[in-house]
C-alpha cells in the first residue's frame, strides 16, 4: 500500500500539482486514501449532486422529467459547450437538459435544470446520504460571476497572475461549492448500489454518467475496450477534477475521486488531466491485486 501512495505522490508531484485522491471497490468496501477527508473545490463535479436531487424530486412528485422547460438568450449562463454556446431560444425537456449537463458539462443545462429544483434540494439529496462535507453554496452561473468579480476589469489575461488565482472565492472551499474524495465515492457507491434514489432512478443516472464524451482525464488511464468509465469532470482556474466508477469485465467495480490544484495556471495543461487517469490506474490497480485493505493509510500530498 505504501508503494501505492508513493506512486500516486510521485505522479501529482510530476504533473506539478496538489492531489486529493479516494479509491474504493464498490463490492469489498477496500480502498486506496491519498487525503481522502481533504476539502477541495467540486466545481462542475457538483452537477452530480444536482443530477441526483432532480431523479429524487422527480420520485416524490415534484416534477416530471419529461417536462419542457424554456432556455432564453438572455441571462443564459456562460460556457463553451451545449445550450450555452447556442443562439437562439431553445425548448427542452429536464431529462435532455440533464444529459447535456452530463456529457459535455452544459452550465446553461445546469441552470435551467438548478432554477427548477433549487440549491436547498441539492443540499437535501447529498444531506440524505450522509455526505457532511458536501455542500452547494452558488449556482454554476453565480461561481463563475464571482470569477469575473474577482478577476476584476483587466478580465481572463488577469488569470495568469498568481496573486489574482489567490484571491478567487470560487478556488476556496470554505467560499465554494464543495466536498470531499471520500463523499464523492460514498455518494458514487450508493448510486452503483441503487441506494441513492430508486433503482430506476440510480440506472438512469448511471446511464449519463457513462454518456461522458471527454476521454482526457480518467479514461485515460483505462485505454481498453472491455473497462467501462463512467464519470463527472470538473474545472475552473488551476482545479481539475473528475470522479467516476470504473467496471472490468469480470465484474470489478471501482468508485474513484481525484482532484487536482494546478500550479501553472495556463488553461490547457495536459499532464495535469492526465494525473488524474495516471493517479487512478494506481489505485485500481492496487485494489485489484489485494494489496490493500478496508483500513488503507493517508499521505498527504505537497
Not at 479509491?23 to 486514501?33: F, H, P, T, Y
Not at 441539492?122 to 452558488?138: C, F, K, M, W
Not at 463563475?144 to 468579480?149: C, F, K, P
Not at 454518467?209 to 475552473?236: C, E, I, N, Y
Request: with cysteine; aromatic share 4%; proline share 5%.
Amino acid at each position: 500500500m505504501n508503494r501505492t501512495l508513493q506512486q500516486i505522490h510521485s505522479a501529482f508531484s510530476e504533473a506539478c500539482a496538489t492531489g486529493w485522491l479516494h479509491a474504493v471497490d464498490i463490492d469489498s468496501g477496500a480502498e486506496v486514501n491519498a487525503n481522502a477527508d481533504g476539502a477541495v473545490v467540486t466545481a462542475s463535479v457538483h452537477k452530480l449532486c444536482l443530477l441526483l436531487a432532480l431523479h429524487q424530486q422527480a420520485e416524490q412528485g415534484l416534477l416530471d422529467l419529461t417536462e419542457q422547460v424554456e432556455c432564453a438568450t438572455d441571462g443564459r449562463a456562460a460556457g463553451p459547450t451545449g445550450l450555452a454556446v447556442m443562439l437562439d431560444p431553445v425548448r427542452i425537456s429536464l431529462r435532455d437538459a440533464a444529459y447535456l449537463m452530463m456529457a459535455v458539462s452544459d452550465n446553461a443545462a445546469a441552470e435551467v435544470i438548478l432554477e427548477r429544483v433549487g440549491l436547498d434540494a441539492v443540499n437535501a439529496a447529498t444531506t440524505r446520504l450522509g455526505l457532511t462535507h458536501t455542500r452547494a453554496v452558488h449556482t454554476f452561473a453565480h461561481t463563475l460571476a464571482t470569477i469575473r468579480e474577482d478577476v476584476g476589469p483587466v478580465g481572463a489575461p488577469a488569470l495568469a497572475d498568481p496573486r489574482v488565482i489567490a484571491r478567487l472565492r470560487a478556488l476556496d472551499p470554505a467560499r465554494t461549492n464543495r466536498s470531499t474524495p471520500r463523499d464523492m465515492t460514498r455518494l458514487l457507491c450508493a448510486l452503483w448500489r441503487d441506494e441513492a434514489c430508486s433503482p430506476e432512478g440510480c440506472a438512469a443516472i448511471r446511464r449519463l454518467l457513462g454518456l461522458q464524451v471527454w476521454p482526457h482525464r480518467m479514461a485515460a488511464g483505462f485505454p481498453f475496450d472491455d473497462v467501462h468509465v463512467a464519470g463527472k469532470t470538473g474545472s475552473l482556474p488551476t482545479v481539475r477534477n473528475e470522479v467516476g466508477v470504473i467496471e472490468y469485465p469480470d465484474g470489478g467495480r471501482y468508485a474513484i475521486a481525484v482532484f487536482t490544484r494546478a500550479v501553472n495556471p495556463a488553461a490547457t495543461l495536459p499532464s495535469v488531466d492526465a494525473v488524474i487517469g495516471t493517479t487512478a490506474r494506481l489505485a485500481v490497480d492496487a485494489l485489484r491485486a489485494g494489496s490493500v485493505t478496508t483500513a488503507a493509510s493517508t499521505t498527504r500530498l505537497p
